[in-house]
């Protein structure tokens, strides 16, 4: 499939005509062909006007054509081959292993939606049958099932450039619900996004829906974006990337005539708390195995351990000494981008300067092979939890391959800092069975504090499945109700309608008395298939 640097409004390839950009690939330092075409807001009107007509006929259509493009698109993701490897290598630097992994990723979740869209039970369907003899006052014949918000936009993120992206969780969930997608390409894998762009445009044909059922624009700086995010026929959004622009796409869905929900994904440092009796008797292997999850992918996961707690005395010290030596061996790696590169040097050097902040290890140099300008060397500090407390920069997020570790004086002052820790995607609790007692006291607040909660472990991976929760309080999510990964995140596009004595010939086939879908339905109060 070649890349052409056009971008895809529904079923059309368009040359964009508001300037030129091309992707950059870090681990060269330079840029690559082709030139991409950036688009403007003429252009956002036109993949949103096909959204919006596309729209009902994508949502009322059989729910076997719509789990059937899930894995058409799938299909096509795969049939591209080894070309979309190189191409999000190239862009990226990230490991090709890593990116067939990731592929494998993104078809498997297109896969779940696809048989969770057979399932049904996502319809959420429920039936009240009348009753005209009840007293005072009779009840009407009521029946509900949920749809499509309607339209939704996408914004690829930069550290995941297949499951993340152009055909990641985001769109395939908005799919699964019958909702159009509008993609923002991320401008760091724009060669990869216009490639996956093109399976799912095919796909789309493939199973004979509308074309406006999915578009892919390009666009230099926050224009694009943030006409697209105004645009009256979006009716919701979904979002990976910083705190500030998170932030700034709320807004701007909150300033319109008619506000929408943005489901945005944004900050998170993701404590592990490393109790007393698991500290005691396994540190060495705690520590190896956290400067592991620290480093992969260097450090570029939403569910990287930036913070470690634990109890300050010689388990702990033994336990630090442990981390730099293994963190010592980490030779700097290639991040995503030369800006996030720059960030995180940045972001390191303000952590230098912090009072009371200790640097105890640092990986090596990047070798002569590496653009220096896109490098970034892991680094590991330690502070008291006083410090931790007394400066809010401390709890912020720095995106890259750095932890603080925070020593605690006593339980009191490991649940003052636990509670004062911000909203995270992740919670661990490296925990042995003398620590019971402790991790019971400490389970409430991170309950209130996290999405996901684990033992034993270590954050980075996020298993696509359903129960899987990756969402947060705020700000590691601006909703902390839902999930962007796994099979709940279907319920971000979906809202209830109830059809009240409506006739029998009118009523979707969700909610017909004859249950031609075959649900799973709560019928007066009776969960049954009928």
Not at 56 to 82: H, M
Not at 180 to 197: C, D, I, Q, R
Not at 292 to 309: A, I
Request: neutral net charge; charged residues 20%; glycine residues 12%.
């Amino acid at each position: 499939m070649q890349i052409s640097g056009t971008m895809l409004l529904g079923a059309d390839a368009v040359r964009g005509s508001q300037g030129e950009m091309r992707a950059f690939a870090p681990a060269l330092g330079q840029e690559i062909e082709p030139a991409f075409g950036l688009g403007g807001t003429a252009d956002v009107e036109r993949a949103c006007t096909l959204a919006a007509d596309a729209f009902d006929p994508f949502r009322t259509a059989p729910l076997e054509t719509r789990a059937r493009l899930l894995e058409a698109i799938a299909e096509r993701i795969l049939a591209i081959g080894d070309a979309l490897i190189e191409r999000a290598h190239l862009e990226s630097a990230l490991p090709k292993a890593r990116l067939e992994g990731e592929r494998g990723r993104t078809v498997g979740q297109l896969r779940l939606f696809a048989s969770l869209v057979r399932d049904g039970r996502w319809c959420g369907a429920v039936l009240d049958s009348a009753l005209p003899e009840r007293k005072p006052l009779p009840r009407s014949d009521l029946r509900a099932q949920r749809i499509g918000l309607g339209p939704v936009a996408v914004f690829g993120a930069s550290n995941f450039p297949l499951a993340f992206s152009v055909a990641g969780g985001d769109t395939a969930s908005a799919l699964a619900a019958g909702c159009p997608v509008v993609v923002k390409a991320h401008p760091a894998h724009l060669g990869t996004s216009e490639l996956v762009g093109r399976a799912i445009q095919q796909a789309v044909a493939d199973v004979g829906l509308p074309g406006g059922v999915f578009s892919l624009v390009f666009g230099g700086g926050n224009a694009i974006g943030e006409a697209l995010v105004a645009h009256p026929a979006i009716k919701a959004v979904g979002f990976t990337g910083s705190r500030g622009g998170g932030l700034a796409l709320v807004r701007i869905a909150s300033q319109r005539p008619e506000p929408i929900p943005v489901y945005a994904e944004m900050s998170s440092i993701n404590p592990m708390f490393v109790l007393p009796a698991a500290l005691a008797a396994r540190g060495e292997a705690l520590a190896k195995g956290f400067v592991e999850s620290l480093t992969l992918g260097v450090g570029q996961f939403c569910t990287n351990p930036g913070l470690v707690l634990g109890f300050d005395g010689p388990d702990l010290d033994r336990f630090v000494s442990d981390a730099a030596t293994a963190l010592a061996q980490k030779t700097a790696q290639t991040m995503l981008t030369a800006g996030i590169a720059a960030s995180y040097r940045k972001a390191v050097d303000a952590r230098v300067q912090q009072p009371g902040v200790e640097r105890v290890a640092e990986g090596t140099q990047p070798g002569p092979q590496s653009d220096p300008h896109c490098a970034a060397q892991p680094m590991l500090f330690k502070t008291t939890a006083a410090q931790f407390l007394a400066q809010h920069a401390l709890a912020e997020e720095i995106f890259g391959p750095v932890s603080l570790v925070v020593a605690c004086r006593d339980e009191a002052e490991l649940l003052r800092v636990a509670g004062h820790l911000e909203g995270q995607l992740t919670a661990t609790l490296q925990i042995d069975s003398g620590d019971y007692a402790l991790a019971r006291r400490l389970l409430p607040v991170l309950e209130r504090k996290a999405g996901r909660i684990l033992a034993n472990g270590f954050p980075t991976g996020v298993e696509v499945s359903y129960a899987m929760v990756h969402g947060g309080p705020f700000p590691a999510t601006s909703d902390a109700r839902t999930t962007s990964v796994g099979a709940m995140a279907i319920e971000r596009f979906l809202r209830p309608v109830c059809y009240q004595d409506l006739p029998a010939e009118l009523l979707p086939p969700a909610v017909q008395d004859g249950n031609p879908l075959g649900l799973w339905r709560l019928r007066d109060g009776e969960l049954m298939r009928g």
